[in-house]
């Protein structure tokens, strides 16, 4: 894929990135998240070194963070030019381990007020993050997806290991209050999802 020229402000803590990547015949998005202990890049793709600059100006990278093992993405180059670690479960990485890697687990606090949630069911290694400030922001995998022709809806089940378990484990972000929703396929949610998410599993559907 060619470097993504530009990026998105959707938060005074949020940036988001993407690009259809023909590869794969999807859009892959990538979200960078400030937080007090520095910034995190969740799922990156390549984005223009001028653009990267401008998104970072004076914050430094605290961290890289792959909520699947699908997602390997840009994410060894950002961790080797920022010397910083790459945060996923111990799943994500099953061949090619790599020096930079830290796994974490359900539950984890990567720093204050941002949390591991494991979602079982869904790709290998899948997780989803919540960080508190601001009124709460969720990151997903791909145990859900936000695009057409599905819209906000579960991940098919061609791609999950178990769907129905992947259900069930979604049940857990209904625990942690969320304003907006960020995916590593599909816009953001901005308002309200929370009640989007419990919504959407008390349907069943999507």
């Known amino acids: 894929m060619q470097p993504v020229q530009d990026f998105d402000t959707v938060a005074s803590d949020v940036v988001i990135w993407h690009a259809y ?7 892959l998005y990538s979200t960078c998240l400030a937080t007090g202990a520095g910034v995190y890049l969740i ?22 963070v792959l909520t699947n093992s699908n997602h390997h993405r840009a994410a060894v180059q950002f961790a080797q030019q920022s ?11 099953l061949h090619g381990e790599t020096s930079r890697l830290k796994i974490v687990s359900d539950g984890d606090e990567i720093c204050d007020g941002l949390r591991v949630i494991c979602i079982d069911g869904g790709p290998r290694g899948e997780i989803a993050l919540h960080y508190a400030d601001a009124g709460g922001t969720l990151i997903v995998g791909d145990a859900l997806i936000n695009f057409e ?13 178990n769907q129905k378990q992947m259900r069930r484990s979604l049940g857990k972000l209904l625990d942690y209050n969320a304003k907006r929703m960020l995916f ?3 816009a953001p949610i901005l308002s309200a999802a929370s009640e989007r998410v419990r919504a959407l599993l008390d349907s069943g559907g999507g």
């Open 83 to 93: 010397s910083v670690p790459m945060l996923a479960h111990r799943e994500t990485f």
């Open 184 to 186: 590593a396929h599909g």
């Open 43 to 64: 799922d990156p793709i390549v984005l223009r070194p001028e653009a990267f600059d401008e998104m970072m100006g004076s914050s430094s990278v605290a961290g890289i």
């Open 21 to 27: 990547d023909p590869e794969v015949k999807a859009e």
């Open 149 to 161: 022709p599905y819209g906000f809806a579960f991940l098919p089940a061609r791609y999950c290991s």
